[in-house]
């Protein structure tokens, strides 16, 4: 895939719109990840496009657009944790986690048998530091430098982190990671 350049756009408005199709649904998934809630995820994923509209013109191309997305998004993420409303939606998860261990769907344990349900699953229940490095590397396909660029942690670090999170994997897996 040829990178995109500024100057193949007559706009901004365009460029913004060819990375919105080309990003948008990565950067969700991404954020879903994060936020394991599919209306937040999407709100970030505005918000995220958002930014890059207003910061587009200083953009200096020292990484890729999808690179720079991503760093955003997870700049979005970080802010929304630090906001009033996740700390709300935490203690209201806390007490609705409460009332629905009890029950348990058809839906639930039907999805639940499935491998890739499975380890998606299992990935989402890593610790942050782990899921981060492993959604990163394994699923939206970005080597270490480039991970370094969005999260700014060091690539022997992030070397640390995926070799734990696959440990951790595997041990819930039963070996097969």
Known sequence: M????RENY???????????????????????TYVQDWTIADDLAQETFISCYKSLKHFRE??????????????????YTRSKWYKLGF???????KDTIRV???EESLIG???????????????????E?????????????????????KQETLKTRLRRAKDRLRKVMGGDV
């Open 62 to 79: 020292d990484s890729s657009y999808k690179t720079w997305l991503y760093k955003i998004a997870i700049n979005k993420y970080k802010d």
């Open 10 to 32: 007559s706009s901004d408005e365009e460029l913004l719109e060819n990375l919105i199709n080309l990003y948008a649904e990565s950067i969700k998934k991404l954020l879903f």
């Open 91 to 97: 203690i209201l998860e806390f007490f609705k986690e």
């Open 113 to 131: 048998k499935e491998d890739a349900m499975f380890l998606s699953q299992s990935v989402l229940s890593l610790p942050p530091i782990y899921r």
């Open 133 to 153: 490095v492993i959604i990163l590397y394994f699923y939206e396909d970005l080597n270490l430098h480039e991970i370094e660029e969005i999260t700014g942690v």
């Open 2 to 5: 040829q990178p995109i350049r």
């Open 104 to 106: 348990s769907s058809v």
